[in-house]
């Protein structure tokens, strides 16, 4: 975090470190440094911040991209604030902050926020922003998204609990916070709730060093209509937490209230997960997040460049699409350093200047050989790497070595002779068969999918 670098009062000081350290938690550190380095609070009147930056562009930056995360902040340590006006401060003044006055009309004020509609609910840690109105969706999610409008009509009797699960950057937050905002919004009477794993797990081991306070965590969380948890994965391992969340569960279930849950991961996967969790989650519904086809990855551009403003053609929007392949996070990544370029360029971006941002800012794809995937592989279904090179038909090899075959030429393309040639120095015609066999089971065998989905996010 960059260190304020003027004299200021002692408790504004501690105030905006802390909004500092809050907003660098929440955007990647190059937006951070970029925007808030060199700012500090003048001085507060009546509710309203004076925030003093260094120049004029971090003033527009600052108060068209990152205004409200900032309120939402600052009234999260002081809810009377009710406004922030920027200042431009000169390098030479900053020397002389503690001798000169900066007058009122120095500052450009800007509109009170509907403070509701901007930062997040203390009562049940849901984010507003995240709606089923604002959240894209395609072929990777609908399954999961249909399963949410399901729980949304009759909460508590349909799919309960609901379980989402998907790499990181998916969308898993924004749809159970959508669920969770949509019925306290039609269900004013019903009390809804958001944590994250790790949040429940720190509670509970708070509780029991004070055995005062056991009761009242139990009595906490079962008070909820709707109880929405986050990457139950961090979980794993912690046996007490696990149980107090099984009878938690059960209580909740029990009285028809809903429950939702994310992972990173399918709960059989969860490592040091108890198998009474498991198989509650199992009793209610359990759907993934894909990764986005490039025509979902469109869909999110596009809707991303309507909200911040941005006017990019159906050409430009379909080149990102192909050129940046990762996670939703990675795509909004791609948004903002677009955002950025045409703000200094003071125009509209044309195919070259895409380009040559995308090149410069899209995560290089990783490089991969024949035995990386193959110890992956191996690994997996815990054998070892060479037996899958070994010519032999034992069961519990042939498998492996055929989802490695396939993952080889349909993951990375790598040619059929070469993928043969590495492993054992098998005839093309073998892997041929191998990738068509594996590609018609995965239509039918559901645990093949997964396990195949398993494999490729630790690849």
């Known amino acids: 975090m960059q260190p304020t670098q003027t004299t200021q009062p002692k408790d504004l000081s501690t105030l905006w470190n802390n909004v500092l350290t809050e907003m660098e938690l929440t955007i990647s550190g190059a937006n951070f440094k970029t925007w808030f380095k060199d700012t500090y609070i003048d001085k507060q009147e009546e509710g309203t911040i004076f925030l003093s930056v260094p120049n004029q562009f971090a003033k527009t930056w600052l108060l068209d991209k990152f205004h409200k995360s900032i309120l939402r902040s600052l009234r999260g340590f002081d809810d009377g604030i009710r406004a922030i006006e920027y200042l431009v401060t000169k390098e030479e003044d900053k020397k002389k902050t503690d001798h000169v006055e900066l007058k009122p009309k120095q500052a450009t004020p800007n509109k009170e926020l509907p403070l509701a509609d901007f930062y997040i609910n203390k009562d049940d840690n849901l984010n507003p922003r995240y709606t089923f109105d604002t959240l894209v969706v395609g072929s990777f999610n609908e399954l999961a998204a249909a399963a949410s409008q399901a729980v949304i009509k009759k909460p508590g009797t349909v799919y309960n609990p609901l379980l989402v699960y998907g790499d990181t950057g998916r969308g898993k937050t924004h749809l159970i916070q959508a669920i969770g905002n949509h019925i306290k919004t039609a269900n004013k009477n019903k009390k809804v709730f958001y944590l994250t794993s790790e949040k429940f797990a720190l509670d509970y081991i708070s509780s029991v060093q004070d055995p005062q306070k056991i009761n009242s965590f139990k009595e906490k969380y079962r008070k909820y209509d709707v109880l929405i948890m986050d990457d139950i994965q961090f979980l794993a391992g912690k046996e007490k937490s696990q149980e107090e969340l099984f009878h938690l569960f059960n209580n909740l279930y029990d009285n028809n209230k809903q429950i939702i849950f994310s992972s990173d991961k399918h709960p059989n996967y969860i490592p040091n997960l108890e198998n009474r969790l498991r198989s509650r989650f199992a009793a209610g519904m359990i759907v993934d997040i894909g990764a986005p086809d490039q025509e979902a990855r469109a869909a999110i551009i596009r809707a991303k460049t309507i909200t ?99 993952i080889l030429r349909e993951d990375f393309n790598i040619s059929y002779p070469t993928i043969g040639s590495k492993m054992g120095g098998r005839d093309h015609t073998t892997v041929i068969h191998s990738y068509e066999k594996i590609k018609n089971e995965l239509k039918l065998d559901t645990v093949l999918a997964e396990e195949l989905s398993q494999i490729r996010s630790m690849i």
């Open 308 to 406: 911040h403003h941005l006017n990019l053609s159906p050409e430009i929007i379909d080149y990102i699409a192909m050129s940046v392949e990762g996670n939703i996070r990675e795509l909004e990544g791609a948004i903002n350093s677009l955002m950025c370029q045409a703000e200094l360029k003071g125009k509209d971006l044309n195919i070259t200047d895409i380009k040559n941002i995308i090149k410069g800012s899209a995560k290089p794809k990783k490089a991969i050989s024949v035995m990386d995937v193959v110890k992956v592989v191996a690994g997996f279904y815990n054998i070892e790497e060479d037996s899958l090179c070994k010519k032999t038909r034992q069961k519990e090899v042939v498998r492996p070595r055929q989802l490695a075959m396939y």
